[in-house]
Antibody
């Protein structure tokens, strides 16, 4: 079964850091880009970042660039999101998703999500 | 304010057809493929349509997608109460060098 499973969410104070992990299984991890998408409570989806197959190409939404870093470990079939200088507005469920192997972006499958709460 | 524009809500009766629009610009929909996602209440999103009009395996042909210029449309026929969900369009924006989504459309099956 093709799946991705996120972990690492939790409650953190503004200005703090958190590292999310996403473990992939059931497919050849090295063939795919990977993506993080977030959803604030009661709001829509917001694309956060993605990374290419060998990790040397990364893109970020403006609101997290310079604070968040996406990375991957192909030996562990895992992708990560290091989140620093967290703000209250970063509070959201963070989803990991398999992205494209080539061509246009498409997110499939999605994980169940991990909740990040930024509050004092 | 989302880069892609969707109507906040649509509704139709069971068995009927509904369309959901997604409007963008030359730097996103106008220059790349569109995908559509269904998010049932309390669950993670699921891919419905990719590359404008292709369905992943397991997605019934009641769901269809199309694109023209800088707009895309999701169509759902034979509406069922189980189709009640939020629907999102997404694509890549070449000016932003980032993925973008629409604000989402809540479908109510009356």
């Amino acid at each position: 079964e093709v799946q991705v499973v996120e972990s690492g969410g939790g409650l953190v104070q503004p200005g703090g850091s958190l590292r999310l992990s996403c473990a992939a299984s059931g497919f050849t991890f090295t063939r795919y880009w990977m993506t993080w998408v977030r959803q604030a409570p009661g709001k829509g989806l917001e694309w956060v970042a993605n990374i290419n197959q060998d990790g040397n190409e990364r893109y970020y939404v403006d609101s997290v660039r310079g604070r968040f870093t996406i990375s991957r470990d192909n030996a562990k079939n895992s992708v990560y999101l290091q989140m620093n200088s967290l703000r209250v507005e970063d509070t959201a469920v963070y989803y990991c998703a398999r992205d494209k192997s080539g061509g246009a972006i498409r997110f499939d499958p999605w994980g169940q999500g991990t909740l990040v709460s930024v509050s004092s | 304010q989302s880069v892609l524009t969707q109507p906040p809500s649509v509704s139709a009766a069971p068995g009927q057809k509904v369309t959901i629009s997604c409007s963008g610009s030359s730097s996103n929909i106008g220059s790349d493929y569109v995908s559509w996602y269904q998010q049932l209440p309390g669950t993670a999103p699921k891919l419905l349509i990719y590359d404008n009009n292709k369905r992943p395996s397991g997605i019934p042909d009641r769901f269809s997608g199309s694109k023209s210029g800088t707009s895309a449309t999701l169509g759902i026929t034979g509406l069922q109460t189980g189709d009640e969900a939020d629907y999102y369009c997404g694509t890549w924006d070449t000016s932003l060098s980032a993925g973008v989504f629409g604000g989402g459309t809540k479908l109510t099956v009356l």
